[in-house]
Nanobody
Framework: QVRLVESGGGLVQAGGSLRLSCAPS????????MAWYRQPPGKQRELVAS???????NYSASVKGRFTISRGNDKNTVCLQMSSLKPEDTAVYYC?????????WGQGTQVTVSS
């Protein structure tokens, strides 16, 4: 069973930055899409950003221009650089990996942005 291990959450003031990282416990198949989702308090989980193994990225409108998703040099890890953070970015952030046959989720990491 593949585990996705997340790190980098925490408390930051509005306008600040945080970097989230996600590392699978094993090497994923070469054809995969990795993504970050978030679930604000009392709301549904939503897609934040995704990246294919070829490096094609996609962002939600609410974070475009502020967040950057990227893969590590090994192509197996994924990071989310978050800048100009707003209180409405407060949520539990989840790493997600989709291969041809499976979908995996991380345990979630809390990001809290104070005003």
């Amino acid at each position: 069973q593949v585990r996705l291990v997340e790190s980098g959450g925490g408390l930051v003031q509005a306008g600040g930055s945080l970097r989230l990282s996600c590392a699978p416990s094993t090497i994923l198949s070469s054809s995969n899409v990795m993504a970050w989702y978030r679930q604000p308090p009392g709301k549904q989980r939503e897609l934040v950003a995704s990246i294919t193994n070829a490096g094609t990225t996609n962002y939600s409108a609410s974070v475009k221009g502020r967040f950057t998703i990227s893969r590590g040099n090994d192509k197996n890890t994924v990071c989310l650089q978050m800048s100009s953070l707003k209180p409405e970015d407060t949520a539990v952030y989840y790493c997600n990996a989709n291969t041809r046959y499976n979908t995996y989720w991380g345990q979630g990491t809390q990001v809290t942005v104070s005003s």
